[in-house]
T-cell receptor, first 114, second 114 residues
Framework: DAGVIQSPRHEVTEMGQEVTLRCKPI?????LFWYRQTMMRGLELLIY????????DSGMPEDRFSAKMPNASFSTLKIQPSEPRDSAVYFC????????????FGNGTRLTVT | SQQGEEDPQALSIQEGENATMNCSYKTSINNLQWYRQNSGRGLVHLIL?????REKHSGRLRVTLDTSKKSSSLLITASRAADTASYFC??????????????FGTGTRLTIIP
């Protein structure tokens, strides 16, 4: 089991550029979550999918953020255009369907927008 | 806003001592989970305790839950240098399609002094 795989591990970009973060969940897990972590705000849930369908995107900060899950093994989080305040560590996590199932996190993408 | 608040924010102890971290939350829950995060890595699930349980053990970890006080504690016995990490509690604020929507606390930064 390779775990949740995120890429890239680090991303440095200039303000205004498009950023795409990628995630491969654990095979067989039906739920996928995108979190953002900053010192000021801690861990924030941005969006989560169940069976590839977005269930709740109320945590997405604004229209510049979008997420897709075209199939069970891949998801993207896109920021367009990026701003310095988007700098954070973005985590993807997956969990199997059912009650009381722990989340399995990837190692995150550290995004720096200059 | 954060559902869970950990206390203390930071804790430093000598190797071999026990470490206790506390978590308080605001609304009724179905279960509470504890996670560990090493520097630069994703969160790792440690233990889950259901609302009808009062205590749970896993190796050197002991978790208690007091639903009347809306609080939980995580005890790490005989601490080791490798236990140095941040520890987060997470509560399920709602459930959709059988999967928790977890909300994470602010974390306790634990440092074990060799």
């Amino acid at each position: 089991d390779a775990g949740v795989i995120q890429s890239p591990r680090h991303e440095v970009t200039e303000m205004g550029q498009e950023v795409t973060l990628r995630c491969k969940p654990i095979s067989g897990h039906n739920s996928l979550f995108w979190y953002r972590q900053t010192m000021m705000r801690g861990l924030e849930l941005l969006i989560y999918f169940n069976n590839n369908v977005p269930i709740d995107d109320s945590g997405m900060p604004e229209d510049r953020f979008s997420a897709k899950m075209p199939n069970a093994s891949f998801s993207t989080l896109k920021i367009q255009p990026s701003e310095p305040r988007d700098s954070a560590v973005y985590f993807c996590a997956s969990s199997p369907r059912g009650h009381n199932s722990p989340l399995h996190f990837g190692n995150g993408t550290r995004l720096t927008v200059t | 806003s954060q559902q869970g608040e950990e206390d203390p924010q930071a804790l430093s102890i000598q190797e071999g001592e026990n470490a206790t971290m506390n978590c308080s939350y605001k609304t009724s829950i179905n279960n509470l989970q504890w996670y560990r995060q090493n520097s630069g890595r994703g969160l790792v699930h440690l233990i889950l305790i259901r609302s009808n349980e009062r205590e749970k053990h896993s190796g050197r970890l002991r978790v208690t839950l007091d639903t009347s006080k809306k609080s939980s504690s995580l005890l790490i016995t005989a601490s080791r240098a490798a236990d140095t990490a941040s520890y987060f509690c997470a509560t399920d604020s709602e459930q959709i399609f059988g999967n928790e929507k977890l909300t994470f606390g602010t974390g306790t930064r634990l440092t074990i002094i060799p």
